[in-house]
């Protein structure tokens, strides 16, 4: 699903260049669940952003469904945004003047759903989720963890084939942490590429596969 | 509708800042539509007249006398007119700014009324209700307004009924007017105004058929030129016409300018004495549309600021919904909906707020100001606004917060140093303007005081002038009456008072070139006035002072020329005398004085004193108690005039009138530079109250380690003091030029003192360091864990 050759991502400073990634090589197939691990400045999120069209590389190549990802247009990418990527946040990054519902049916919107069966999927969700309850409040009215549940809610929303998480129990405590990784397992078995950065030994046994980066080279997959 | 409901939701959220940026925007919108729709309506006047753009007035100006032309001229101007092929239509008329009239047993004063022939009809097109224009050339016939008609007849049919003239500007005793018909009221936007139009035949007949052979100038001359004529050369035409009559070699000037100008410019432009109508050529409309586009700036600018500085917050909001698969255009489509509201709010309240003002900005301005809601001039701004707005918005979001940065560094919150450079640069621009608002203020207020307490070189106070116009009776006989009377110090007769048009003679025959002024008046006037005199050859023994009194500056003039009094009066005494004319003879010298009006510089003056005569026309009457001296005139006015109306005024208000456009215009100036000053503050404030949000972490993290508040106030300040100083400089120039400009118009000026720039900079300053330090100061007494856990 994902093929990534020799990737390199730096920045130039002036008379130097920082390197972020070098050399980066990975392929993940349908329906793993990858943990990429790393001490801090590691290039783990920049490399989640590379997979997740958020960012791109500066040299290399970058296969996602065996389309070149460097020729694609903006346009694609929305598209891919839309229908096939879903992004969960250490930070939750929900929107502050959206209640529960609201943010959940944020990327239907976009992906310009009919009302009826936009409020057909945003209905499953919070079943699924058991959030019914809550769906009138708003983030700041949510503890964390809820938050994070709400973020998974509207990654998946749109049933992608690719969900990549960012830390997503990195702003949690363990209890309200296990429970975020427990849905996140529960989601692969159903069928779905799972990509996750973590720091945490714990959560990366979640997955079938730990990816390990040490400044910018990838030092180890097993 | 799904953006909709956010964002309303998101205004009410932060409702202070939603409110600052819809009312500084409705602020700005009402200020520039108050403004330019009054200077649009001041503009559109006479325009309504067809072919009103070949219509001229003809002036004929006696040489040396170009600074105080006449708008009338003389008779010789109308028969010109049936010479020059390019002359369509020639019409002359005469005004009368107050008259007295009787219907029935009644005598009551009259404003406007003027004697018209069949031409003024149709170049000004008259619209009969009733009548038949043309009985106008029937002699004495008149024609009244339709709100004439309704005041004095009601719901009656008026024609048939006569009213008697009882005296106009120079003549008395008309005798009876038919009324033949009732014409609609004057267009509001026309530089005249009539309530009466009588004929020039009849009791007036005689007065017109002299019209040409004399130099008097009495009448109002209009021509409607052919499409495409030059006025210049018909202007040409006029002048070869008079240099070949009869009328040139008669006693008076020999030479007259003749000029034609345009209708279209007399309510804006016109200068002349014995306007129709006051013209609001000092009310500098160019001043205006300046004032009202520098106030829609400040308050668009303002709007876009606060709008990118809101965005620049929210841009981790619009990473994310890049990331949930939002594209550009729908983020962009979602960003100017919100702008779009807060636009249409803003505009909203400003129409109803001009609507419920409306009465007030006429009082406070003394303008005739009134909002067409079907001009262009509405929608048109309202588009242009709207424009503006979605227009900086958009180029702002698409340029610096969805291209250039990827979706990743807008998440993150790395992009806040693109932001900021526009809206420091947009801070700058408004801190220059509120610079130049302030010195412009301080300056024109500086000038109008300096205008208004300048040495008139008489005493203007205490001063009231009695209108008298029956000369039946010896007015002589009313001022010993007068003066007898405790309260009343002295009583003196003119022709003319300050400000009222003067005559002119020729200065040929004392060997200078052009013309001065003079008056008729008597000695007690100078006394009245308190006019002191430098040189005074008056015989102590004469029981009446006759002769002419000059003032210093002809005086000056005269010296320089033959050197003594002795020589001059050899060089006029050789002259050859005209029949009719008198040699001058010189009594005294009078310091320099302004008669006519403080735009003007002091010329060459002369009073011509004697006794008698038409010089009562004025009496002005120096009184040393306010009550008991009005009380006085009244008793003797009613005793020695039975049954006349007392017409007074108050000289020291009559000076205080010609400086109505400045007072007014510093009025307008004042509020409206408050207004501006009043937006960049909020400006300033929203600014300071965003910085220092971005850098609550950083406040935070310096106070852990030991920063005082009073050293974080110093930092956050001194970025903000770079910026005014920068703006100080880029103001100063360009406001020293506006103003150096604006004073040519006025022959007396006050110096343009450093102290204006420096005091506007400094308020500048003050205020920016008032805003940012009230910011900075909550910001940086705030617990640093707070602050520390903001993100």
Known sequence: MIQLKNIDKYYDAKFQRTFVLKGVNLDIDQGEFVSIMGPSGAGKSTL??????????????????????????????????????????????????????????????????????????????????????????????????????????RAIVGSPKLLLADEPTGNLHSEQGQMIMELLKKLNDEGMTIIQVTHSEENAKYGNRIVRLKDGYLKEDE | MYNLKITIRRLFKDKAFSLINIFGLAIGISSFLVLFIHV?????????????????????????????????????????????????LATQFTHCEEGTI???????????????????????????????????????????????????????????????????????????????GVVKNTHPKTHFRYELLISQKGALQERFVSLPDRKIQWTYNYFKLQKDADPQLVAEKVAAFYDNSNLKTTPGPQEYGFALFPMDDIHLKSDYRFELRESSSKINIGLFIL????????????????????????????????????????????????????????????????????????????????????????????????????????????????????????????????????????????????????????????????????????????????????FSKDPAVFARELEKQSAIESVGFTQQHFGYPAQGFGLEGLGLDGTAEFVFANYDYLKTMNIKLVHNWIKPDADTVRGMVINNHLYQRLMERHGSMENLLAYSNAQPLEPGETRINYIGVAEDFNYSSAHESIGDFAFWLDEGGNRARFTHVRINNLHAGMEAIKNTWNEYYPNQELDYFFIDEKIAQQYKAETILSRILFAFSTIGIFISIIGIS??????????????????????????????????????????????????????SKWLENFAYKTSMSWWIFALAGVLALVIALITVTWHSWRSATRNPVESLRYE
């Open chain 1, 48 to 153: 989640l952003n590379i997979i997740g069209f958020l960012d791109e590389p500066n040299e290399g190549e970058y296969l996602f469904l065996d389309q070149p990802a460097n020729q694609l247009k903006e346009k694609q990418k929305v598209q891919y945004h839309r229908s096939h990527i879903g992004f969960i946040f250490q930070a939750f990054h929900l929107i502050e003047e959206m209640n529960v519902y609201e943010n959940i049916e944020t990327p239907l919107v976009y992906r310009g759903v009919k009302g009826k069966e936009r409020k057909a999927m945003v209905a499953e969700m919070l079943d699924r989720f058991n959030i019914v309850a809550k769906k009138d409040l708003f983030p700041s009215q949510l503890s964390g963890g809820q938050q994070q549940l709400v973020a998974i809610a």
């Open chain 2, 40 to 88: 649009s309506n001041e503009k559109s006047f006479d325009k309504h007249f067809t072919d009103h753009e070949n219509i001229y007035r003809v002036t004929s100006i006696p040489g040396g006398l170009e600074n105080a032309a006449w708008a009338r001229s003389m008779g010789i101007v109308y028969t010109a007119s049936e010479e020059i092929p390019e002359v369509e």
């Open chain 2, 102 to 180: 009787k219907m029935g047993e009644t005598s009551i004063s009259q404003k406007d009324i003027m004697s018209v022939d069949e031409a003024f009809m149709q170049l000004f097109e008259v619209e009969p209700l009733v009548g038949n224009l043309s009985e106008i050339s029937k002699p004495n016939t008149v024609f009244v307004t339709e709100d004439f008609a309704r005041k004095y007849y009601g719901n009656l049919n008026p024609v048939g009924q006569t009213i008697k003239i009882e005296a106009l500007q120079y003549t008395r005793d008309l005798g009876d007017y038919e009324i033949r």
């Open chain 2, 291 to 470: 004032i009202s586009f520098v106030i829609l700036t400040i308050s668009l600018l303002n709007f876009t600021n606060l709008s990118i500085a809101k965005l620049i917050k929210r841009s981790k909001e619009l990473g994310l919904k890049k990331s949930i698969g939002a594209t550009k255009s729908q983020l962009v489509k979602q960003v100017l909906m919100e702008v779009f509201l807060v636009c249409v709010m803003a505009i909203g309240i400003s129409l109803l707020a001009i609507e419920s003002l409306k009465p007030m900005i006429n009082r406070l301005f003394e303008i005739e100001f009134d909002i067409y809601f079907s001009e262009p001039v509405v929608y048109l701004t309202i588009t242009g606004v709207l424009f503006t707005c979605l227009l900086l918005t958009a180029v702002f979001v698409a340029a610096f917060l969805l291209a250039r940065s990827s979706a990743i560094d807008i998440l993150s919150g790395r992009n806040n140093f693109s932001g900021s450079y526009v809206l420091k640069s947009l801070l700058v621009v408004q801190v220059t303007i509120v610079i130049i608002l302030i010195s412009g203020t301080f300056l024109v207020n500086k000038q109008i005081s300096f205008v208004l307490n300048k040495p008139l070189g008489f005493d203007k106070e205490n001063v009231v002038v009695i209108r008298v116009k029956d």
């Open chain 2, 686 to 739: 929203a600014l300071a109250l965003f910085i220092s949000q971005q850098r609550t972490k950083e406040i935070g993290i310096r106070k852990v380690n030991g920063a005082t508040v009073s050293e974080i106030l110093g930092l956050l300040n001194q970025s903000f003091v770079k910026w005014v100083l920068i703006a100080f400089v880029i103001a100063t120039p360009l406001a020293f030029y506006a103003m």
